[in-house]
């Protein structure tokens, strides 16, 4: 398991791109959180096995129905979450 931090630019405030996070994140038994950052941007930070890496960001990549996903940039983390997925505000 490791941990990333993915940050989400383009139209993603506004749009539901949270709910639709932690609906995939739930379908997959991802752990982690998602949040708005002050920037425009969303901040996904997920603790995930790696077979996963791919279809999550995939997700993330094509967003809800009403999002404009222009860049995501990724970096891993060290710590590891265990406690669900949750929706920060």
């Known amino acids: 398991m490791k941990t990333y931090k993915f940050l989400v630019s383009g139209r993603v405030q506004g749009v539901w791109f949270r709910k639709y996070t932690k609906e995939i994140a739930d379908k997959l038994k991802i752990n982690g959180y998602v949040r708005n950052l002050e920037d425009g941007r969303v901040e996904v930070v997920v603790t995930l096995k790696e ?39």
Do not use: C, H, M, W
Request: proline share 5%; aromatic share 10%; hydrophobic share 40%.
């Open 51 to 89: 077979i996963q890496f791919d279809n999550f960001l995939k997700a993330l990549k094509k967003g809800p129905p009403l999002s404009d996903v222009k860049d995501i940039e990724v970096e891993e983390l060290d710590e590891i979450y265990t406690d669900g997925f949750e929706i920060v505000r």
